[in-house]
């Protein structure tokens, strides 16, 4: 989807801010002067201090696992040679955020890549990203840059689990993008056997501005569970798709208005992207933006997506659109996810758009339950999530569609012959 539509909040903007009006922190333009006149250079900052900063500051990573930062840079530090890689591979479709950054504030990026690098001792550094983000704005950015080490370009195809970490280091290291089996974890052994970071772009741009302005500064925005600012994703029935940035803990109520509030009225939200969970509204509304308030929902912040269903939209039917899209993205090399998956996107499929039976409702949990646990990473897990929770969300659509009828207006799905509905 396309970001153009950013919302650029006065209060909370900080990586895209274009005046600065949080009093400091402004993300400051595309080009190398308007960001130096802003931000002025790289901060001369201690790697150790620089850590440190970043743990006290709570920044969690943007890219979808929500890991603390400062954990991970101290899992790479002091192994000697590292390799920091800014991941931009954004292959979550309904995501604009990284693109946004990398188009909007190539610079911030480029600064918190070169800051993580010093941080963990890195010789080399690594930008992964689509090919058309990499020969935009952030191509020119790095010609006038005069960084001590060089930024090498490596494309992610576009497909939803090249961004997944040990994929991003098989795409660097010059093989397929494709997840392999850890441990050992890549901050031990990741690029030509070396300690390894992967951070996203987002995470990498707000570790640029705490390293200028310290951990206090980025917590006077947020909670003490979600501190600082996060960007958002916002798409499907609201007024204005784009990118926003809000602070952590904003309620789904204020996020939505980021984009001029909903069209007409909204059934549920589709929190954390293809791999998330539903919430109901309108009791969702105002619920926080944070893994605390978003967990009996087993949804998470993730990489900040929010996808509004509209009233008269089918719930099941986009919940099996998702499924059906990542299973055909698993990778093929782990036999549950492999089978298990197209397998589960089937049943819900036929439970969404007929011929539907209950033994369809209850083989599609059955399937979850065998695909639970197992694969070399997370899609499988991701994908059970977004089933059961549609499954869950959407009960009562169930029941309609197993009397052959649909609360979206003139559908009517089939019924098995041998299920009376
Ligand atoms: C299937 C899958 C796809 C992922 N895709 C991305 C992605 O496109 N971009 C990203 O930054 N992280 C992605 N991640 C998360 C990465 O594995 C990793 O946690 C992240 O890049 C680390 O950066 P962070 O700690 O700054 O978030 C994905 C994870 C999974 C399981
Ligand atoms: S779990 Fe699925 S997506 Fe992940 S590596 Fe195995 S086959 Fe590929």
């Known amino acids: ?26 993300g400051g333009g595309g080009s190398l002067e308007s ?20 743990a006290a500051a709570g920044l969690t990573g943007r890219g979808g696992g929500g890991f603390p930062a400062g954990r991970k840079l101290d899992a790479v530090a002091g192994r000697g040679r590292a390799v920091a890689i800014a991941n931009g591979a954004e292959g979550e479709p309904a995501s604009a955020k990284d693109r946004f950054l990398l188009t909007e504030r190539p610079h911030l990026v480029l600064d918190g890549l070169q800051l993580a690098g010093r941080a963990v001792g890195a010789t080399r550094l690594y930008l992964y990203a689509p090919a058309d983000v990499l020969t935009g704005p952030v191509a020119a950015a790095i010609r006038e ?20 970490e040990s994929a991003v280091v098989s795409a660097v290291s010059g093989r397929a993008a494709v997840p392999f089996t850890t441990p050992p974890r890549v901050s031990e052994r990741g690029v030509s056997g070396r300690p390894t970071l992967v951070q996203n772009v987002e995470t990498l741009a707000h570790l640029a501005l705490i390293a200028r302005f310290g951990a206090g500064w980025f917590r006077q925005l947020g909670t003490d569970d979600e501190p600082g600012t996060r960007l958002i994703t916002l798409s499907g029935a609201v007024t204005a798709p784009g990118v926003c940035e809000v602070a952590g803990g904003t309620s789904l109520r204020d996020i939505l208005m980021c984009a001029g509030g909903v069209r007409g009225d909204v059934r549920a ?9 539903w919430v109901w509204l309108p009791d969702g509304l105002s619920l ?134």
């Open 1 to 26: 989807m396309s970001g153009a539509n950013a919302c650029l909040r006065r209060d909370t903007a900080r990586l895209v801010a274009g005046d600065g009006g949080d009093g400091g922190g402004g």
């Open 35 to 54: 960001h130096l006149a802003r931000l002025g250079p790289l901060p001369d900052i201690e790697p150790t201090r620089l850590r440190a900063e970043v």
């Open 145 to 164: 840059r005069r960084d001590r080490l060089p930024i090498r370009l490596v494309v992610a195809p576009g497909t939803f689990v090249a961004g997944e």
């Open 269 to 277: 939200i589709l929190v954390g992207g293809y791999h998330g969970g």
């Open 288 to 421: 926080p933006l944070t893994r605390a308030a978003l967990a009996p929902y087993d949804a998470a912040p993730g990489a900040g997506v929010v996808i509004a269903l509209a009233e008269g939209e089918c719930g099941l039917t986009v919940g099996a659109d998702i499924a059906t899209y990542l299973a055909a993205q698993s990778t093929g090399q782990c036999g549950p996810c492999l089978n298990g998956l197209p397998a589960m996107a089937a049943t819900l499929r036929a439970v969404a758009y007929g011929p539907v039976s209950p033994a369809l409702v209850r083989e599609t949990e059955r399937l979850c339950g065998l695909v639970a646990g197992r694969g070399a990473c997370h899609h499988p897990a991701g994908t059970i999530r977004v089933v059961r929770s549609t499954l869950r969300t959407f009960a009562t659509e169930v029941d309609l569609h197993l009397r052959g009828t649909c609360s979206a207006p003139g559908r009517r799905p089939a019924t098995e012959r041998r299920w009376s509905a």
